[in-house]
């Protein structure tokens, strides 16, 4: 099982910036995806979900409105789109999934950096 994120880098307040995660070694199509992020000194925070179809879509109170979730079961691939980012939104961001019987799964993370 493999999930690696990217798209992350250094941006200003009220900039964009899309994430993508490249999972491999499961049946993508299969499991519902999340993003999960954790801000320096602080612990992981849930930010998005979708589930395996990708009809359907969660976002935590912070992120509603800026953030949107989808992802590409062709590719394998998710995706997070962030607009309007603001210094809060700095973190290391994660895709994660959960694979029976294995348990949680996440990739090594991608930094985001919001600052003037």
């Known amino acids: 099982v493999q999930l690696v994120e990217s798209g992350g880098g250094l941006v200003q307040p009220g900039a964009s910036l899309r994430l993508s995660c490249a999972a491999s070694?499961?049946?993508?199509?299969?499991?519902?995806m999340s993003w999960v992020r954790q801000a320096p000194g602080k612990g992981p925070e849930w930010v998005s979900g979708?589930?395996?179809?990708?009809?359907?879509?969660n976002y935590a109170d912070s992120v509603k409105g800026r953030f949107t979730i989808s992802r590409d079961n062709a590719k394998n691939t998710l995706y997070l789109q962030m607009n309007i980012l603001r210094p809060e939104d700095t973190a290391v961001y994660y895709c994660?999934?959960?694979?029976?019987?294995?348990?949680?799964?996440w990739g090594q993370g991608t930094q985001v950096t919001v600052s003037s």
């Open positions: 994660a999934t959960y694979l029976p019987p294995s348990g949680p799964a």
């Open positions: 070694g499961f049946a993508f199509g299969s499991y519902d």
């Open positions: 979708i589930n395996s179809g990708g009809g359907s879509t």
